[in-house]
């Protein structure tokens, strides 16, 4: 059995802690935290399981580390302070961990990645033997590994469209859909995730590694905006109030420029209510899904739906990057230290978890 920490409790990190309980390779060892008020406290009741697993979160790191863990989920965010995380996930591999997170935008295509934080990590491997697969939804396996496959099935392919299309009233992260995403501010308020190249920065590394996959040379990386205000004040159940007139819906693409047309485009579509932007592109159910569209012959469309924490479409999200993620982590441990990304670490069979949830 491999033994596994779970970094972080928050939304990312209740679905590792059930992700790691539930993998038949994997032995969940300890549990980090930062707020001293879950110290403490059985894993299970954290991340809401009705049982408890018989491991108490601990906020100190330095012991959990010395231990010698065999992997690490770093589930602590990395939005608002990427240095922090960057450090952190240097610490756990330089003491000999795989670690595999979500946290890291820059490292999804880590050969492109800037040298001031791909240097670090290598350095690191070097040092502690460690590894570090950097992953997650969208960006994530929503347009590297399933765009890539569902290519596979066309005689020819014109365009490779990813879509997230989601209500923003069901993430659970205030501050990023406020602020980060701007829902609720005046339409002269600047985003910081929707300023220029940010979206790229995010996102860019996922059309590089498609353009990888298919074998074609990328000409640029353009972006396109467009956001739409509210006609009228809206109350959301997790939220609170948006008030009319503020940004109430985002559309954005990333696009790969392939011989001078968009080939693979990368497209979200973010509301904080249903009734912004009706004509914009919608989920089946209103609720979130993500969507690859392969404008060829045949054209192909899939959309995926996930559901977790009481049929929440966000916790569902995150449960499936974990599940990628934490579903890697005995991959990697048998291969020789590194960095990897998704085009590296296959995205295997849920082998020996048919059938675990009713044991």
Known sequence: MISTVVWGTGNVG????????????????????????????????????DRDLGVAATDDIASVLAAGPRAVVYAASGDIRPDD???????????????????????????????????????????????????????????????????????????????????????????????????????????????????TMVWGGQIRLMARALGVELDDIRETLDRRPLDA????????????????????????????????????????????APDWPTPPDGAGAHRVVIEGRPRIEVTVEATDEGENRSAGGNATAVGRLVGAVDWLVEAKPGLYDALDVPLRPAVGKLGRSQW
């Open 233 to 276: 004040t809206v109350t959301t159940r997790t939220m609170g109030e948006f008030e009319a007139g503020t940004q109430g819906a985002v559309r954005f693409e990333v696009q790969g420029i392939v011989a001078g047309e968009p080939r693979i485009v990368i497209e979200h579509v973010t509301r904080i209510h249903p009734s912004c």
């Open 85 to 199: 995380a960057l450090a952190d996930i240097v610490r756990a591999i330089r003491a000999g961990a795989v670690v595999v997170t979500p946290s890291l935008y820059a490292l999804y295509d880590q050969r492109n990645a800037p040298p001031e934080l791909r240097e670090p990590v290598l350095a690191a491997v070097a040092e502690g033997g460690g590894s570090l697969f950097v992953s997650g939804v969208d960006p994530g396996w929503g347009n590297d590994v399933l765009p890539l496959l569902i290519s596979g099935l066309a005689t020819t392919v014109d365009v490779i469209r990813c879509q997230e299309i989601f209500d923003y009233s069901t993430y659970d992260q205030p501050d990023s859909v406020r602020y980060l995403v701007g829902m609720g501010q005046p339409m002269d308020y600047e985003p910081l995730m929707l300023a220029p190249t940010v979206p």
């Open 14 to 49: 209740r679905a590792a802690v059930r992700a790691v309980d539930a993998h038949p390779a994997l032995r969940l060892s300890a549990v980090l935290v930062h707020d001293p008020a879950k110290a403490g406290r059985d894993a299970g009741e954290l991340c809401g399981l």
